[in-house]
T-cell receptor, first 114, second 110 residues
Framework: SQTIHQWPATLVQPVGSPLSLECTVEGTSNPNLYWYRQAAGRGLQLLFYSVGIGQISSEVPQNLSASRPQDRQFILSSKKLLLSDSGFYLC?????????????FGPGTRLTVL | KNEVEQSPQNLTAQEGEFITINCSYSVGISALHWLQQHPGGGIVSLFMLSSGKKKHGRLIATINIQEKHSSLHITASHPRDSAVYICAARKGDNTDKLIFGTGTRLQVFP
């Protein structure tokens, strides 16, 4: 069966520090991968998605970047965190399957920037 | 105006009540998802539907493509149903990106 891992589960970082969040998927090949952010009191926002190794699409201009060094690994990074980067970060995966598909979400990382 | 709107934003109910959460969208879609987010933040996919109705246990999801509207119903609600329910629309443009509603926070009291 497929599983998705994210770490760390929680993170408290000072403003200006770097960030690296990791997401790995098991049990599937060539998944589409997604990074979402949920700011306090707001809905989920798609940050990045990837359809293959090294292929990253950014949805909104921001202080963050993403990389996909391996088929089932998706990394979210920042060189210098801002207060506004605080939020709940979710990784998800899907596999194209005809006209319909499902997205499966990881457990999330709660980031607090102080 | 958001492309996906949910109502109500907050909902409280007594155990056993019938619950309805509504979702309207303004874009062409190929599928609509209902997700459940637990207090710890984890998200579970409940339904994915592109027409008609689906049922799983006490949960029922319906969609009316012509009216661009979907509903999630919970029969015989229970305190463990307390969560945030999110609808998300998959655009009908051959991408698989989702557009999310802001969620409905449901609290069911015993």
């Amino acid at each position: 069966s497929q599983t998705i891992h994210q770490w760390p589960a929680t993170l408290v970082q000072p403003v200006g520090s770097p960030l690296s969040l990791e997401c790995t998927v098991e049990g599937t090949s060539n998944p589409n991968l997604y990074w979402y952010r949920q700011a306090a009191g707001r809905g989920l926002q798609l940050l990045f998605y990837s359809v293959g190794i090294g292929q990253i699409s950014s949805e909104v201009p921001q202080n963050l970047s993403a990389s996909r060094p391996q088929d089932r690994q998706f990394i979210l990074s920042s060189k210098k965190l801002l207060l506004s980067d605080s939020g709940f970060y979710l990784c998800a995966w899907s596999v194209w399957g005809g006209i319909s598909y499902e997205q499966f979400f990881g457990p999330g990382t709660r980031l607090t920037v102080l | 105006k958001n492309e996906v709107e949910q109502s109500p934003q907050n909902l409280t109910a007594q155990e056993g009540e019938f619950i309805t959460i509504n979702c309207s969208y303004s874009v062409g879609i190929s599928a609509l998802h209902w997700l459940q987010q637990h207090p710890g933040g984890g998200i579970v996919s409940l339904f994915m539907l592109s027409s008609g109705k689906k049922k799983h246990g006490r949960l029922i999801a319906t969609i009316n493509i012509q009216e661009k509207h979907s509903s999630l119903h919970i029969t015989a609600s229970h305190p463990r149903d307390s969560a945030v329910y999110i609808c998300a629309a998959r655009k009908g443009d051959n991408t698989d990106k989702l557009i999310f509603g802001t969620g409905t926070r449901l609290q069911v009291f015993p």
